[in-house]
């Protein structure tokens, strides 16, 4: 990693604006890299995220606000592409020049646009603009950053040949795409109208992307260099995302100070969301429990498409669980429409999550592990299904309302923990005979060889001094 930041460096000080380069590609069946080390998400891939997710997070309170069903659609529809197109990008051109610089920052400037003027879309009036009036200027900035992204494409594919036809063939249909938005403008088209086209958009959208940079299309034309995907860096990406969007569980918890003062139960509500979102970013690392196990991305086309779909309702649905989780912690009572997306996003984030541990082709040999997988992955889906039932039962408190998923979302981490050891395992490893541990740790490193540095032709002891 060192000696591609020092490259990079390099070239930074040579050109402002670097020729994009492939970062992975197959050639002939072979999977090819720029660099053998795993890449890390650039400083601005990481700063996108962040206010990625606090534009989402206010579309989320504002849903919360609006707990129906248009403001359910208007949701899903705002959390879209614009961050997903610009991580596609990234992971397959990124060269941290100006001009790519330059684009996160034009294609955030438009997020901040798409996501402000998305509020009052529903409404006929809100501080003097009009519902049509926002709806334009947010479908105006979607489109605008979609055709950013379309040019990217366009503009990269002359420099590198190796994604050359499948970018040119997903940037022309998007650009047809762009076509499906242009009702949105129109005043004689109802809501429900707008939303269903919105929804057929979006649909071909992905159709699109699937198209493009399936296999498909690589046998349909014969191509002998084809895209590919850096595994690691996309579950790096992804898990980073993640964890952003459970810090809606901590930032409502803490911003405001709404557990009061010393041991009361506002406080012990606010404990309750902590374990909630630990709880699920423990299930979410601990992926499927196996000892070995082969991740979707890298099990089959089909499968790595699952998992990369499934993350957008995940987040989604966890980001507005959190939200009214946290704000939940301050209150005397919840709505219906706030019950229902407390338990309902909780419910739906589990839901996908046992998805995900499906997805994972598990490798142990049998018996092996206390439970097989089936058993340790069984109660995500059970408990899923129990609360989205929950909110069914009105009498229950603002307290009650979070010790149900805290205990459900507890009980499947000590499911999976105890279900993912060994049969032959013990509670504690021995703490004895230390010392002669440490002993033959230091005989084995001394009996090692010294190893030639081939920079510079020196001795290098492989004991430190």
């Known amino acids: 990693m060192a000696s591609e930041d020092s490259e990079a460096a390099a070239l930074g000080h040579r050109y402002l604006i670097k020729r994009p380069k492939v970062l992975q590609y197959f ?18 891939e990481l700063f996108l995220d962040l206010l990625y997710v606090a534009l989402v997070a206010n579309m989320a309170e504002n849903f919360a606000d609006h707990a129906n069903g248009n403001g359910l659609v208007k949701y899903m529809l705002i959390f879209r592409h614009a961050w997903s197109d610009l991580r596609e990008v990234m992971n397959s051109y990124y060269n941290d020049d100006l001009l790519q610089r330059c684009l996160i920052l034009w294609v955030m400037g438009l997020l901040i646009l798409y996501a402000s003027s998305g509020e009052p ?26 055709l950013t992204i379309i040019l990217i494409y366009y503009i990269y594919s002359f420099a590198s040949h190796q ?48 198209w493009s940079f399936g296999p498909w299309v690589k046998k349909m034309l ?61 299930i979410y690392v601990n992926r499927d429990g196996s000892i070995e196990s082969t991740h979707p991305l890298s099990r089959s086309v089909v499968s790595a498409f699952i ?8 987040t989604a649905s966890l980001l507005i669980g ?65 609360l989205a039932a929950v909110p069914l039962a009105d009498s229950l408190n603002v307290t ?24 032959c395992s013990n509670i504690f490893e021995s703490w004895r005979d230390t010392i002669s541990e440490e002993n033959a740790a230091v005989e084995k490193s001394e009996s090692k060889p010294a190893m030639l540095d081939g920079n510079r032709g020196e001795l290098m002891s492989t004991l430190e001094q």
């Open 222 to 282: 014969k191509l002998e260099y084809s895209t590919a995907v850096d595994v690691e860096h996309e579950i790096d990406r992804q898990a980073a995302f993640y964890i952003i969007v459970l810090g809606e569980f901590v930032y409502g918890i803490v911003v405001g100070s709404p557990a009061g003062i010393g041991l009361t139960l506002n406080y012990f509500r606010a404990v309750e969301v902590l374990v909630i979102a630990f709880s699920f970013n423990w």
């Open 27 to 44: 050639y002939g069946g072979q999977l090819k890299k720029a660099n053998d080390e795993e890449r890390q998400a650039g400083r601005f």
């Open 322 to 386: 959190g939200h009214v989780a946290s704000v939940s912690v301050g209150k005397e009572g919840l709505e219906s429409g706030e019950r229902w997306l407390l338990c309902g996003g909780l419910a739906a984030g589990l839901f996908c999550l046992w998805i995900i541990g499906v997805l994972e082709n598990g490798r142990d040999p049998p018996k092996i592990l206390i439970m097989p997988k089936p058993v340790r992955m069984l109660p995500r889906l059970l408990c899923a299904i129990t």
């Open 400 to 423: 009650q309302l979070l010790s149900i998923p805290t205990g459900l979302i507890l009980f499947i981490v000590v499911w999976e923990t105890i279900g993912a050891l060994k049969r």
């Open 163 to 210: 994604h050359r036809p499948q970018a040119r063939i997903f940037a022309s249909l998007n650009l047809v795409g762009l076509f499906l938005w242009i009702p949105m403008f129109f005043e004689t088209i109802s809501l429900r109208g707008k939303i269903a086209v919105a929804v057929v958009a979006i649909v071909y959208e992905e159709a699109a992307w699937i």
């Open 121 to 146: 879309i529903d409404e006929s009036e809100n501080d003097g603009i009009p519902g049509l009036s926002a709806l334009r200027a947010t479908t105006g900035a979607y489109m605008t950053a979609r």
């Open 307 to 314: 998992w990369f779909i499934i993350h957008l309702p995940l």
